[in-house]
């Protein structure tokens, strides 16, 4: 049975290799979660992870939006209704967002400038490249 990601036994804290392990031996998390941290609705695992462990996660999380980028998978907050990565690394989330979900993503997503307006979220490179 596929677990949802409200399940998750854990509220405002971190998981370290041991305990974020024992959940992906419950089918939770991919088998490659080394961390695993929970913010104000935001999810963020680390690991070494490929794209079936995107798929994964999305099947877990199936009404929240869920990106990768590298070692890091990120379950966006529940009011995200839609991400957006621009080939400059800028990212642009559409949705509602509570101030603790502002404050976690910008602790989840360290030297990157988040500013937000509205209903949009903008999170912005440390280095913006050029589109091709």
């Not at 990212?91 to 404050?103: C, K, L, N, R, S």
Request: hydrophobic share 35%; aromatic share 6%.
């Amino acid at each position: 049975m596929s677990r949802q990601c409200s399940d998750i036994p854990i509220r405002n804290r971190s998981l370290d290799t041991d305990d974020a392990r024992q959940l992906a031996r419950e089918g939770r998390w991919p088998a490659r979660t080394r961390k695993l941290t929970h913010r104000a609705g935001l999810i963020r695992l680390e690991g070494a992870f490929d794209d079936g462990d995107l798929q994964r996660v999305r099947a877990t999380a199936p009404a929240r939006q869920v990106t990768r980028d590298g070692a890091v998978i990120l379950i966006w907050p529940p009011g995200t209704v839609r991400i957006t990565l621009h080939l400059t690394g800028v990212i642009t989330a559409t949705g509602y967002f509570e101030d603790a979900e502002i404050a976690a993503l910008r602790q989840f997503l360290p030297g990157r400038t988040l500013t937000h307006t509205r209903d949009q979220l903008t999170v912005w490179p440390t280095e913006i490249r050029s589109e091709p």
